[in-house]
């Protein structure tokens, strides 16, 4: 047997070795059961919440127009912030509301001991899915922890966005060439890959709340993903990522975790969350661009 041959046949085994391998995860991504939701109970002022919906929609007059809509949702923000109850679950919209609402302060400025507990909330969201979205998960929560280092001990440096980009940038600590290996990445660095995520949320919420249930969930993180975040991401990231959207529940599962039942429902709910991030995103943004930090490695 030549030395050519030999090569021949490893490089055979090895590429059998690669498709089993990559069929194994295909496999593992598809059939891992995602946990059995059970129907929410959602319990508003001690009522079903979709009693309570049904009053309130129908206190409110019927109208197609944008400013219809935004007086539905101020009704929907007031209830939430205070009596909306989804019982038995982790995961509930009300403090991922009442976070990224409350994060802004007075002045704009965006306040990060709010900002990362809304990130919290989407953690325990994503857990909420199984394991298939556990990577998804462990990034975010290693970047929350990053963010929480940095906030122990120095509560008035990093008290909002805007003091940590000053302090940071005062002290040479964000690098814009490449990012340093023996060094904790900086919370400018840090928080921006946290940003370019909201990015995709506000995209996807915006699609959840507009489809139907003939849409497939994970086409729409799909598509959110390539327009907002593929390109930050490398190859092997955006395969995981692929897989993953293919073991996306469906919109009625996915509603289930948020805990509404009703179409009115689900559409003001996720329409009003996807309009409080939005308003982070824009404000942050403004902040990244203006010292011109939209890239830092
Ligand atoms: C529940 C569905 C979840 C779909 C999530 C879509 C985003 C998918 C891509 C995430 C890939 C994460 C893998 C690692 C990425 C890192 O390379 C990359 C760059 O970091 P580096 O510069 O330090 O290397 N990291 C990141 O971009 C941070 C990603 C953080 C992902 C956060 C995803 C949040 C998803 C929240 C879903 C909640 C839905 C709520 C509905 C009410």
């Known amino acids: 047997m030549t030395m050519a041959s030999v090569g021949l046949s490893c490089l055979r085994y090895y590429k059998i070795f690669l498709s089993l391998a990559a069929l194994l995860v295909l496999i593992y991504v598809l059939c891992a059961r995602l946990p059995e939701v059970h129907l929410a109970a959602c319990v508003e002022n001690g009522r079903p919440?979709?009693?309570?919906?049904s009053m309130k929609e129908r206190n409110l007059e019927d109208g197609k127009d944008k400013e219809m809509i935004t007086v539905k949702a101020?009704?929907?923000?007031?209830?939430?912030?205070?009596?909306?109850?989804?019982?038995?679950?982790?995961?509930?919209?009300?403090?991922?509301?009442?976070?990224?609402?409350?994060?802004?302060?007075?002045?704009?400025?965006?306040?990060?001991k709010e900002y990362l507990s809304g990130w919290e909330e989407l953690i325990k969201f994503m857990d909420s899915l199984g394991m298939?979205?556990?990577?998804?998960?462990?990034?975010?929560?290693?970047?929350?922890?990053?963010?929480?280092?940095?906030l122990t001990g120095n509560s008035d440096e990093y008290h909002t966005l805007q003091s940590m980009v000053r302090y940071e940038l005062d002290r040479?600590?964000?690098?814009?060439?490449?990012?340093?290996?023996?060094?904790?990445?900086?919370?400018?660095?840090?928080?921006?890959?946290?940003?370019?995520?909201?990015?995709?949320?506000?995209?996807?919420?915006y699609k959840l709340s507009t489809s139907t249930s003939q849409d497939n969930t994970g086409e729409l993180c799909a598509l959110a993903y390539e327009k907002a975040l593929a390109h930050h991401h490398s190859w092997f990231v955006r395969q995981a990522a692929a897989l993953a959207f293919l073991a996306m529940p469906?919109?009625?599962?996915?509603?289930?975790?948020?805990?509404?039942?009703?179409?009115?429902?689900?559409?003001?709910?996720?329409?009003?969350?996807?309009?409080?991030?939005?308003?982070?995103?824009?404000?942050?943004?403004?902040?990244?661009e203006a010292y011109g930090m939209l890239e830092l490695p």
């Open 132 to 150: 298939v979205f556990g990577f998804i998960s462990q990034e975010t929560t290693t970047k929350i922890n990053i963010m929480r280092g940095h």
């Open 250 to 288: 469906p919109r009625r599962e996915l509603l289930q975790v948020i805990c509404v039942r009703e179409e009115e429902e689900a559409q003001l709910v996720l329409s009003t969350a996807a309009k409080a991030i939005v308003r982070v995103y824009n404000l942050t943004q403004d902040v990244y």
């Open 172 to 205: 040479g600590l964000v690098n814009f060439k490449e990012l340093p290996q023996d060094q904790v990445p900086s919370g400018c660095r840090t928080l921006l890959r946290l940003h370019r995520a909201l990015k995709w949320l506000q995209l996807f919420l």
């Open 49 to 53: 919440c979709n009693e309570m919906w």
């Open 74 to 112: 101020v009704t929907l923000e007031q209830h939430v912030e205070y009596t909306r109850q989804c019982e038995g679950k982790d995961f509930q919209i009300t403090r991922l509301l009442g976070a990224f609402r409350s994060c802004i302060s007075e002045n704009g400025h965006i306040l990060l």
